[in-house]
């Protein structure tokens, strides 16, 4: 697969109205559109994790691409229609290359969510801090040229029947 504009882009702001004396406005607040580029990037993935019960989890091996299902049964989609789909194929069913950068993760949970999504890792430098996601909520973490964590975990922590999803975007660079 040949990729091209690959980037992520970012933005957190307001506008702020000033209702002191003599102050004009209104004034941004915040940080306007940014974006940070990856010339060299030669993989992007991107997968959904659903529960159908208590305790789900699936389990990411970061530098294959591969999913396992360590806990219960949660449903993995990759690609629209390809449900449960643990191997470690692109959106084409071509294998991935081993991942030696992250280069850009992208996490979101639905609206409908009932409760938060875990998200922690660990890899050759060691553990990553676990991320709660609350529902309706996304994180975007960027970096560059950063070894990947050996596996990351995507787990459903709290007591639900089922339904609730996070949907895992990863783009990075082969060795």
Avoid: H
């Avoid at 219960?72 to 069913?93: H, I, K």
């Avoid at 991935?96 to 280069?103: G, N, Q, T």
């Amino acid at each position: 697969m040949t990729l091209s504009g690959a980037k992520a882009r970012f933005q957190l702001n307001a506008t702020a109205t000033p209702t002191g004396v003599n102050a004009t406005g209104p004034n941004v607040i915040g940080q306007g559109l940014g974006s940070t580029s990856f010339s060299d990037a030669d993989i992007v993935y991107s997968f959904t994790v659903e529960n159908t019960g208590t305790g789900d989890v699936a389990t990411l091996n970061a530098a294959t691409g591969a999913i396992t299902k360590t806990s219960g049964t949660p449903d993995v989609t990759r690609w629209g229609s390809q449900t449960n789909d643990l191997s470690a194929v692109d959106f084409e069913g071509v294998a991935l290359p081993a991942l030696s950068s992250i280069y850009g993760i992208m996490a979101t949970t639905s609206s409908g969510n009932s409760f938060p999504v875990t998200l922690g890792g660990t890899g050759s430098t060691g553990s990553y801090p676990a991320v709660v996601l609350q529902p309706d909520e996304s994180m975007l973490l960027v970096r560059n040229a950063t070894a990947p964590p050996a596996t990351m975990t995507f787990g459903f922590s709290i007591s639900s029947s089922g339904g609730d999803t996070v949907t895992i975007t990863i783009i990075g660079k082969s060795s």
